[in-house]
């Protein structure tokens, strides 16, 4: 399970993007990481896209499910927006957020995966939910 990211519920979409990219991401600029582009872009709304990689370890095991991206619109919305799945995976939204919501939860999941992975993203956290498929 990924750590959990603090931070502040009031901050502004910017600096939302910016505490939301995965760790490889947050320390370099927005970049191909398998199918995905990890990153945060500023529509000409002002709203943000997030796309965060949805990878996890279970002991000794690396898997890649894929990415999600969300829009944000700070204190007022967090959305999903698209899913892009790794061959094998595939997703169900669980949460898709909105208007006056601030949660996205998207659950991926492969037959041939003895796990599944939920990615949750809210103000003052992003997580990774591991557990037996």
Not at 14 to 30: E, G, K, N, R, V
Not at 75 to 96: E, M, N
């Amino acid at each position: 399970m990924r750590p959990r990211f603090p931070i502040a519920a009031s901050i502004g979409a910017a600096a939302l993007a910016a505490c939301l990219l995965s760790p490889s991401a947050a320390s370099a600029t927005a970049g191909e990481v398998g199918s995905c582009v990890t990153g945060a872009v500023t529509n000409a709304d002002g709203s943000v896209d997030i796309t965060n990689e949805v990878d996890f370890i279970v002991g000794d095991q690396y898997f890649d499910a894929g990415c999600v991206t969300v829009n944000s619109v700070s204190g007022v919305r967090l959305s999903f927006s698209d899913a892009i799945t790794y061959p094998g995976w595939s997703y169900r939204v669980k949460d898709a957020g909105g208007n006056g919501k601030l949660k996205v939860s998207v659950e991926f999941t492969n037959p041939g995966v003895p796990y599944k992975v939920t990615y949750v993203i809210q103000p003052g956290r992003i997580d990774w939910k591991v557990s037996n498929a």
